[in-house]
T-cell receptor, first 110, second 117 residues
Framework: TQLLEQSPQFLSIQEGENLTVYCNSS?????LQWYRQEPGEGPVLLVT?????EVKKLKRLTFQFGDARKDSSLHITAAQPGDTGLYLC??????????FGPGTRLSVLP | DVKVTQSSRYLVKRTGEKVFLECVQD?????MFWYRQDPGLGLRLIYF???????EKGDIPEGYSVSREKKERFSLILESASTNQTSMYLC????????????????FGEGSRLTVL
């Protein structure tokens, strides 16, 4: 079974700080997705990265896919309370299924 | 607006009862998935389906079965509920895969929180 690890598991920061969340695996994935989940709701897609080394920016969020397509990072600049939530990475297994990491629970305090 | 609807937000059942969790999507998606979500374990795949009447086991199929009689509907069945099946159950659908040029986005329902006593 393919596994994805995420670190840190929990993160509590003050508004305005920067942070990075990591997603790592020993397996190669055809693509990697990042989702954010808020309490009482299902996860919502933030981004999909497909090419090794790819960097995508979504306003204050920067996503990077590792060169070997085994790992990814999510960097948030100047975090805001609205960024609070559970961040999940998911690796696509070549059109077969998705494998999810355990998540990073982020709390941004005003 | 795309939508995945799960029939029950909250259920409480007793050990040994049969449980049906229904999921309907209105996006004409081929792929549908059932996950369970537990703290610290993330989302674990129970079953998925690429087409009507087709099903594939995920990572943790034991104790579960599924049914996909129509394209838009994917049902999860617990034949005899047990306490270790207490969890949040999430249904998702997708159009395609990122490798095929699609984003591969999974559209999730709001979840069904099942408690087995």
């Amino acid at each position: 079974t393919q596994l994805l690890e995420q670190s840190p598991q929990f993160l509590s920061i003050q508004e305005g700080e920067n942070l990075t969340v990591y997603c790592n695996s020993s397996s190669v994935f055809s693509s990697l997705q990042w989702y954010r989940q808020e309490p009482g709701e299902g996860p919502v897609l933030l981004v999909t990265v497909v090419t090794g080394g790819e960097v995508k920016k979504l306003k204050r969020l920067t996503f990077q896919f590792g060169d070997a397509r085994k790992d990814s990072s999510l960097h948030i600049t100047a975090a805001q309370p609205g960024d609070t939530g559970l961040y999940l990475c998911a690796g696509e297994n070549y059109g077969q299924n998705f494998v999810f990491g355990p998540g990073t629970r982020l709390s941004v305090l005003p | 607006d795309v939508k995945v609807t799960q029939s029950s937000r909250y259920l409480v059942k007793r050990t040994g009862e049969k449980v049906f969790l229904e999921c309907v999507q209105d996006m004409d998606h081929e792929n549908m998935f059932w996950y369970r979500q537990d703290p610290g374990l993330g989302l674990r795949l129970i079953y998925f389906s690429y087409d009507v009447k087709m099903k594939e086991k995920g990572d943790i199929p034991e104790g579960y079965s599924v049914s996909r009689e129509k394209k838009e509907r994917f049902s999860l069945i617990l034949e005899s509920a047990s306490t270790n099946q207490t969890s949040m159950y999430l249904c998702a659908s997708s159009f395609g895969w990122a490798g095929q040029g699609d984003t591969g986005e999974l559209f999730f329902g709001e979840g069904s929180r099942l408690t087995v006593l």
